[in-house]
């Protein structure tokens, strides 16, 4: 990982918002409904579809994500036409859904290869669900779009521990109240939100893009994918502390796209 290139936005360990153990967590603002679908048994991947119909494309679509992303035969999206910008924020709704947590925020907006999108949210992945050359990562983030006619983007970046205690403070900012939403269906606030830093790391290294799918159900397909070539550094106490609540909330690496889905592939050898 090339940290001078990320030394600019990050803070060290000691710096890190998230509170000590020492602390009691105080109750969480209030709750909000759990998703049915979890990683787990027969509510996880291997039987979305089984859950609700509706997610036929998580066992048969052709175009899924996440995907191992080979350096040498992805796409690069040239720099100068996506420009992914969110403001800076007071706080934000963080929720832990069971199936995963998200920060609620729709100030944000993307444009990407002419078309342009609103943000409805971003959440998190441990751990990583993309690959890149087979390597898989502790954590990353999904930035999800979507415009009026029903498009959707997805902007990620993918995280790696860093040796010497850097944090991303963005991150720090949204975990500093992780423990409050310990309990599935609950939701806190974060602390003040400033994005400048994620994006000066976009605009400064290489995204891989392709069209491929949600990694949740339904799974639809046509999303168009952009996702840093850069890890995004993550210090080793907040790393923790996500993982402690979102434990295991990955979806399988899905076929090379456009070949036939892992789960009808599997279905006919089974027959």
Aim: charge should be negative.
């Amino acid at each position: 990982m090339k940290f001078s290139a990320v030394l600019p936005f990050v803070a060290a360990a000691s710096a890190s918002c998230l509170r000590g153990t020492s602390l009691m967590p105080r109750s969480a603002d209030g709750t909000v409904e759990a998703n049915s679908f979890n990683y787990t048994n027969l509510g996880g991947p291997l039987n979305w579809y089984g859950l609700d119909s509706a997610n036929s494309a998580c066992s048969k679509g052709k175009f899924q994500s996440p995907i191992n992303i080979e350096t040498d035969e992805i796409s690069y999206a040239a720099a100068n036409l996506v420009h992914f910008h969110v403001p800076k924020a007071d706080d934000a709704k963080f929720e832990n859904l069971g199936s995963g947590l998200e920060v609620v925020l729709t100030n944000g907006t993307l444009s990407a290869n002419g078309t342009s999108y609103k943000l409805a949210q971003f959440h998190f992945h441990t751990p990583s669900e993309h690959r890149i050359n087979n390597e898989y990562y502790p954590m990353e983030v999904h930035f999800v779009f979507e415009n009026t006619a029903g498009a959707v983007a997805v902007v990620g970046f993918v995280f790696e521990l860093s040796q010497f205690g850097y944090s991303t403070p963005l991150f720090d900012s949204v975990f500093a109240h992780i423990d409050d939403i310990a309990v599935p269906g609950t939701y806190t606030k974060t602390d003040k939100l400033d994005f400048s830093g994620l994006t000066q790391h976009l605009n400064s290294h290489g995204i891989y893009q392709y069209s491929g799918s949600l990694t949740t159900p339904p799974c639809s397909e046509s999303v168009a994918w952009f996702l840093s070539t850069e890890p995004l550094p993550l210090n080793v106490q907040s790393y923790n502390a996500v993982k402690h609540i979102l434990k295991y909330n990955a979806r399988y690496t899905q076929n090379a796209l456009g070949q036939d889905n892992l789960l009808e592939v599997a279905a006919k050898e089974l027959n």
